[in-house]
């Protein structure tokens, strides 16, 4: 029998989405709302950026909630400024990313208005949105959560969620590899990126792809081969993990959309791990001037330098 | 080519990223006091090691070298104050990196070597070429390049079903 | 397409020895656009110089491969040299194929395929080389000084004196700084105030020098040949325009006893005061803090008495901006504060010494105020405790300077002298007295200074100790000094009436948070760091700002007066050029794809990344954008490999010429 997670709170914080929303809507204080809505597939949800308070009934948060909201921030940041104060609905993981993006001079705080939500966690990409929050189906990146309750947004609904302790996949699967030799290592990656087929679904939802344009994308001269083949999709990943390292925070969406199911999230996890276990440094908790990968001491580890 | 030392089945090639103020210099250095390093070594000139692009490294691999040399200035002696430092953090991470896909680290040597170290310059180009040479070539980014994913031929029964199906 | 000349150098025998160089060229000949490829002797000699020069126009060459030496060597000689046969320079690029092949490899077949490999890169390379025309930036012939002390005084007058406009800045309400202070100067005994106040009138009384005193930087911007700096002017009280420095408002103001740090606190002055009587500019300036007008609103007197009306309890700090091209920072020194620990610093106190305690423990400077002639004893030596004579008198050296575990390492340079000077005075002075001094080595290097050193011992009868002292203490009226004389072994106990504590120099206070706002690297201890210790003593590693005097390291006067002429010399010859010119590699941002997420101008050491508005026609903000200013960048790329999409580019290292040589192995 697996252990059923309690996400009787969601209905509560759906409520308390609701009124706030409606609130800053109708009160001005911001021109648009971006959130969760229901989908047609029962029980499913989809992002909604809703702009009338009438409208902000429509919003709900479910275990189906699993976008990360923050790449409709940046993907369409030119147009912010212009409408002025947006309202968005942050979990936890989401929130890192705007914290990140604030950091790269991205988004400014001001233009924001965050509605952070105490979450138990959300479903895995696998499984049917209707599915009850299990051990079993709860996406892997919940298991492993470090921020269930946002810090510093304007408005939270109250709610403790509780979450059980579960065994971290991520950290584990990071361990097995690790473990292994150089060969089998490369053996397993060369099989996971020869899957790739070059959609750039993981760099389009990714809300620290903003470039405008990719290097990766570039001719002259051509850094990356742009073709879905196994050289290109390689140094297209490891050049994506290390332009990622020190700024991704972990939200899995590039994970959670690859269609040829690639452990994306694993590069970007070890990055994280070693720029901590290197330099102290975890993303997403502070505004920072400086990530760790450009800024320096003149202590900095040096064993590998001859 | 290796007619009158036939010493070795195999010589991998090196390639060096260097900084010109103090790396170059000491290769120089080396010239001048004319002492002897194997020939493996193909060297590219930048003015700082924060300069060096990780992506080269890459790009290195990908078109065959065996091993990959990136040395600059000693921590405090970088000629634009703090090149070298960046630097350090940069391929810190990096090599983290290459290291999780599976790419032997013993072909990426990292060194500081000053414009007086024409010794040490030597002792690691030729330390990095027999540990190299030892390890044979660098064969995973060579093959990838010779592989197609998939012909686009319907020749296996799982393909032709998925066709069908269409 | 290109057609590329190469040119294989022997080099005598240097690289043909080992590399069959008409191989070489062979090969290279066959390589994809290169149009002409040959070998010659010496390519550096004259004729081989100008076969090169020859060949670009007979060949209408579009790129040249110089194979030879290190482009270390000879980069600049074939560069100029194609630029004469009317190519942009840096559309040449040199092959090393002497110091990285002929000169390290013995066997002939092997360097030279690398040699051809080699040569191939560069071919490679050249052909993405684009033509960067010489970078130029106007010059703003005037110069900031900042402080007044000598060195800043000297400075100040040199360029001045050259012809150019000099702002000198100083904080202290006159200029002098701490050479003001002193009684006689080391070699030769001569009057500190007479060699200096002649100094300071000059600077007042020199029409291209403008003095700003009791002020300080606010905020410097721009670049070499171009700053732009923001002075704050403290409100003084009184206009300086107005005073004539007749000094009735001193007289008659009735706060009279606050001890004044231009004698060490030995002195006293009024709430309206001048420093000391030669002060330059001679306007007074209200101590608010102690002034009862400012503390209760009453008195008012030295407006009343004040016959031009000059004293103006309104005045404001203002903000004054003057456009400069180059800056001479002259921050001098302070003296190690002895008993305390510095909050947040590393260096610990020496409250075992009693400083601070014990009243007739002191500094090296106080004992310079109270020799001096217009010092508050009148040139006595007396005891602050008693305004006794002291007859036997001991001085220590090195208190900070020298001693690691305390935290400071390096040698202040200049106690061994003044101390030995101090035993002078003192003996000139209290003819029946007895001077001890502890030291650890006596460094006396610089002309006729080892023979005033012992000029002390042999005629002025100091008694020298070789060893540290161990403890100090007050017993009755007398300081008893204990310690050890390590050239004979033995203990030593001298019941002294004056202890003098030869403090260690440290940068002036304040000396790292001005750094930050001019840009320039200084080290642990807050000196400021020169751009070459040996080769470029007097210049930042930031363009158009030079270093003098102690603010760099511990000096002596005639050490900080040349540095001073230096720097000035230094900026002289930077308002020799109307324009700057500068070579060309640079970076450059590509605003098409820059997304302003700042990652260069985090990692740029320079400053040098600059954030732009781009707007339409309508004025409405597109997005913001790096921008590098050419004036700034120093060259090292790091921006380049850190930005994300690569929209900042090094010109003459782009990714393209890199990937070009990558990809030519």
Redesign the interface.
């Known amino acids: 029998m697996t252990q059923t997670i309690d996400t009787s709170i969601y209905a509560a914080v759906t409520e308390a989405i609701q009124s706030e929303a409606q609130r800053i809507l109708a009160a001005g204080e911001v021109t648009a709302v971006v959130g969760y809505a229901a989908a047609r597939r029962k029980g499913s949800a989809q992002p909604i950026v809703i702009t009338a308070a009438a409208d902000a009934q429509k919003l709900i948060f479910t275990p189906a909630c699993v976008n990360n909201l923050a790449v409709y921030l940046t993907k369409a940041k ?1 147009e912010i ?2 409408s002025g104060r947006i309202g968005i609905v942050v979990k936890g993981c989401d929130l890192k990313a705007l914290v990140g993006l604030m950091g ?3 988004l400014k705080r001001e233009q924001l208005y965050l509605i952070g939500v105490p979450c138990a966690g959300v479903l895995a990409s696998t499984i049917q949105p209707d599915t009850g929050l299990t051990a079993d189906s709860i996406a892997p990146k919940c298991r492993e959560c470090d921020a269930r309750l946002p810090q510093g947004c304007d408005f939270v609904p109250a709610g403790q969620p509780v979450t059980p302790e579960l065994e971290k996949k991520y950290a584990s699967e990071i361990a097995r590899l690790e473990a292994l030799t150089p060969q089998e290592r490369w053996a397993y990656w060369k099989e996971q990126f020869s899957k790739c087929i070059k959609c750039y679904a993981c760099r389009q939802v990714c809300p620290f792809c ?6 990766c994308d ?1 001719n ?4 990356v081969d742009t073709t879905p083949r196994p050289a290109g999709n390689t140094a297209w990943h490891i050049v994506r993990a290390m ?1 990622l390292a020190g700024r991704c925070a972990g939200c899995a969406e590039c994970e959670r959309v690859c269609p040829m199911d690639i452990p994306l999230n694993l590069l970007n996890r070890k990055m994280a791990k070693e720029l901590k276990e290197l330099y102290a440094y975890e993303a997403g908790f502070q505004v920072n ?3 760790p ?3 320096y001491t003149e202590k900095d580890d040096q064993s590998f330098i001859k | ?5 036939p010493k070795h089945d195999f010589e991998p ?1 090196i ?1 060096a990223f260097v900084c ?1 103020w103090c790396t ?2 000491g ?2 250095l ?3 006091s ?4 194997p ?1 493996n070594v ?7 090691t ?5 992506v ?1 490294i890459l ?2 691999f990908q ?3 065996d091993g990959v040399l990136v040395s600059g200035c000693h921590p405090g002696d ?6 070298n430092f ?2 350090r953090r ?1 391929f810190a991470a990096f090599r983290k990196l290459l290291e999780f896909v599976g790419v032997d680290l013993e072909r990426l040597q990292f060194s500081w070597v000053s414009a007086a170290e024409g010794g040490k310059w ?1 002792e690691v180009v030729t330390d990095l070429t027999e540990k190299v040479r030892n390890m044979g070539p660098m064969t995973e980014f060579k093959e990838l390049a010779l592989e197609e994913q998939w012909s686009g031929a319907i020749n296996t029964e799982e393909l032709k079903e998925a066709f069908n199906q269409i | 397409m290109s057609r590329i000349g190469v040119f294989v150098c022997h080099c005598g025998e240097n690289i043909s020895r080992t590399v069959d160089v008409e191989r070489v060229a062979a090969q290279v000949a066959k390589m994809p656009g290169v149009a002409f490829a040959t070998d010659y002797k010496y390519m550096c000699s004259d004729p081989g110089q100008t076969l090169l020069k020859k060949t670009i126009q007979d060949q209408k060459l579009s790129h040249v491969v110089v194979a030879a030496c ?4 000879h980069e600049k000689t074939f560069r100029k040299a194609v630029e004469a046969a009317g190519l942009n320079p840096y559309l040449c690029e040199m092959a ?1 194929i ?4 002929s ?9 030279t ?2 040699a051809i ?2 040569v191939g ?1 560069l071919v490679e390379r050249v052909k993405k080389n684009r033509v960067l025309p010489t970078i130029t930036v106007p010059v703003t012939k005037r110069s900031l000084v900042i402080g007044g002390g000598i060195a800043g005084i000297q400075a100040a007058l040199d360029i001045a004196d050259a012809g150019h406009h000099v702002v000198l800045v100083e904080r202290d309400p006159s200029i002098g700084g701490h050479m003001a202070q002193l009684s006689e100067t080391f070699p030769t005994l001569d009057c500190s105030q007479c060699i200096m106040t002649p100094k300071m009138v000059d600077v007042a009384n020199h029409p291209n020098i403008t003095l700003y005193s009791y002020s300080e930087i606010e905020q410097v911007d721009g670049y070499i040949g171009n700053f732009q700096v923001t002075i704050r002017r403290k409100a003084r009280s009184v206009d300086e325009d107005k005073c004539t420095g007749c000094g009735v408002c001193m007289e008659k103001c009735p706060v009279k006893k606050i001890p004044n740090k231009f004698d060490c606190n030995l002195g006293m002055r009024p709430a309206i005061y001048v420093p000391f009587p030669q002060a330059v500019p001679n306007t007074p300036v209200i101590d608010r803090d102690n002034c009862i007008k400012f503390k209760t609103g009453k008195c008012g007197l030295c407006q009343k008495v004040c016959g031009p009306g000059a004293v103006d309890y309104e005045q404001e700090d203002r903000l004054v901006v003057e456009p400069v091209g180059a800056i001479v920072v002259a921050t001098g020194f302070d003296l190690y504060t002895i008993d305390e620990k510095p909050k947040g610093s590393m260096i610990k106190g020496y409250g075992e010494f009693g400083h601070g305690k014990i009243p007739d423990v002191i500094d090296g400077m106080t004992f310079e105020r109270l020799a001096s002639a217009s010092g508050p004893t009148g040139g006595k030596i007396l005891r602050p405790s008693d305004g006794k004579e002291p007859k036997q008198i001991v001085f220590i050296q090195c208190i900070g300077s020298r001693a690691r575990e305390k935290g400071i390492s390096y040698c202040s340079k200049v106690c061994c002298m003044y101390t030995a000077k101090h035993t002078m005075l003192y003996h000139h002075k209290v003819h029946d007295g007895q001077a001890y001094v502890f030291f650890m080595d006596a460094r006396t290097p610089g002309k006729a200074y080892d023979e005033f050193w012992r000029r002390s011992i042999e005629e002025e009868e100091a008694v020298y100790i070789r060893g540290m002292v161990s403890r100090l203490y007050q017993k009755g009226d007398k300081i008893v000094v204990m310690g050890s004389d390590i050239a004979v072994g033995v203990q030593v106990e001298i019941e002294a009436d004056m202890v003098v504590l030869a403090t260690a120099v440290q940068p002036r206070s304040g000396a790292d948070t001005l750094a930050q706002k001019l840009g320039i ?1 200084y080290d642990k201890y807050n000196f400021y760091s020169e751009a070459h210790a040996k080769l470029r003593p007097v210049e930042c ?1 930031t363009a158009g700002i030079y270093l003098a005097g102690a603010c760099q390291g511990p000096k002596d006067i005639p050490d900080t007066v040349s540095q001073a002429s230096a720097a000035a010399a230094k900026v002289m010859t930077l308002f020799a050029k109307d324009k700057l010119e500068r070579e060309p ?1 640079v970076a450059r941002v590509k605003e ?2 820059c ?5 260069c101008k ?2 740029c ?2 400053g040098a990344v600059e954030e732009k508005e781009i707007r339409d026609r309508q004025g ?5 954008v790096a921008y590098v200013n050419p004036g700034v960048c ?5 921006c ?3 930005c ?4 900042v580019e ?1 010109d ?2 782009t ?2 010429q ?6 030519a ?1």
């Open positions: 030119k400024p212009k790269e001079s991205q903003f470039c405008e344009q990719c290097l570039r002259k001269p051509q850094m332009h001037d400086n990530g990968l450009n800024s | 080519m290796h007619s009158e030392k090639k390639i010109t170059y210099a290769a120089d080396a010239g001048t004319r002492m002897q390093y020939a193909r060297v590219l000139k930048f003015p700082c924060g300069r060096i692009d990780p080269f790009k290195a078109q065959g070298a970088c000629h634009y104050i703090a090149g960046h630097a940069r030597v | 290190s482009p270390r060597m090393n002497r110091e990285h092949c000169w390290v490899h013995e066997d002939k077949q092997e360097a395929a690398k490999e080699i890169m690297s590693a590699i098409a794809g997304v302003g997420c700042f990652a985090k990692v050491a320079y409405n903000l597109i997005k913001v120093g060259g090292c790329g790091t380049q490999a850190t994300p999409s690569k929209s090094l003459g290292y990714d393209e890199i990937v070009a040589m990558i990809e192995l």
